[in-house]
């Protein structure tokens, strides 16, 4: 919602009011703690994904090649931490992966650029990105070091937002980065879509990425998320070992990303509106479109 009040203002008093937002909303909910959540990594053979905390509560990725040391940053809004990253690591930062316009995830790529001092390729599919210089669509494939990266195109939260799915051509490991469009246990307002949008971007499209791709999602709202869930269908025991599990992390201050996409059809009512259960929560039975109308302008308003 703050993001489509600010965007009606001029953009340079749009972008300062925008920041100064966030920075005080993180202020007042991270305090003198100063991040949501502790940074991590996720270490497999040939990827490794560094998750870094951001604002209030939302998420950057590094994500790095390990046989050839190259890296891409995911949604880089506080520049300070991902150079400090990449110093850390000893990586070679060669291009940024914008998943949409908000300022939360694009605020800081003209920052970055200008701080890191060396040629970036930013890569998006909107021409309100910040630094853009690579524009994407659906199906574009570019290259992380020995990595192969695919443009998902799912509009709806944004007209142009794009989620990017990344393999190892030497392996089977596998994960995509969704921004605002998939949570864990949940997905991304519809401020610029529709439901059948959102419906293609989840059922026709992440859904049938493999069941084993991890799910790094743009910010850290999984409890909400699956207490929304468990409204939805009280009865689905998945929900609820997640529930636990996801309270375990959160109270030693551990990201819940990632998950699965096995997971997300288990435990997400946005990817479940297919199901009969959801159906009848929705009063929709036999209408998954209907459905997921339904449930989002539940989710709306839901405390």
């Known amino acids: 919602m703050i993001s489509r009040v600010f965007s009606s203002l001029p953009n340079r008093v749009s972008q300062s009011a925008t920041a100064a937002y966030f920075t005080y909303k993180s202020w007042r909910q991270n305090g003198y703690r100063g991040c949501h959540s502790n940074k991590t990594s996720v270490i497999m053979a040939d990827i490794t994904v560094r ?27 506080n520049p300070e931490t991902v150079i400090e990253a990449v110093n850390k690591e000893g990586v070679n930062l060669k291009s940024v992966l914008t998943t949409h316009h908000h300022w ?56 142009g937002h794009i989620c990017y799915y990344i393999q190892s051509p030497a392996s089977d490991q596998k994960m995509v980065f969704t921004g605002d469009t998939l949570f864990l246990g949940g997905c991304g307002r519809f401020f610029e879509g529709t439901a059948d949008q959102m419906y293609s971007a989840l059922i026709e499209k992440l859904s049938n990425l493999p069941d084993d791709t991890q799910v790094f999602c ?84 839901f405390k």
Not at 226 to 235: C, I, Q
Not at 236 to 256: G, M, V
């Open 51 to 77: 998750i870094l905390p951001a604002l209030s509560d939302n998420y950057m990725y590094l994500i790095v090649c390990n046989q050839t040391k190259d890296a891409a940053i995911v949604d880089p809004v």
């Open 218 to 301: 743009g910010h850290e709202y999984s409890l909400g998320n699956l207490k929304y869930g468990n409204h939805v269908e009280p009865d689905n025991k998945d929900i609820l070992a997640k529930i636990e599990w996801s309270k375990i992390k959160r109270e030693a201050n551990e990201p819940t990303v990632p998950s699965t996409i096995a997971e997300e059809k288990l435990i997400n009512p946005f990817m479940r509106v297919n199901s009969e259960s959801v159906q009848t929560f929705a009063n929709a039975v036999g209408n998954p479109i209907e459905t997921m109308t339904y449930i989002r302008k539940i989710k709306d308003s």
């Open 104 to 159: 939360d995830h694009a605020g800081g790529n003209e920052k970055l650029l200008s701080l890191f001092g060396k040629p970036l390729t930013v890569y998006g599919g909107d021409d309100r990105i910040g630094a853009l210089n690579k524009k994407v669509k659906q199906d574009d494939e570019f290259m992380i070091g020995n990595l192969k990266v695919q443009c998902i195109f799912t509009p709806c939260h944004t007209t």
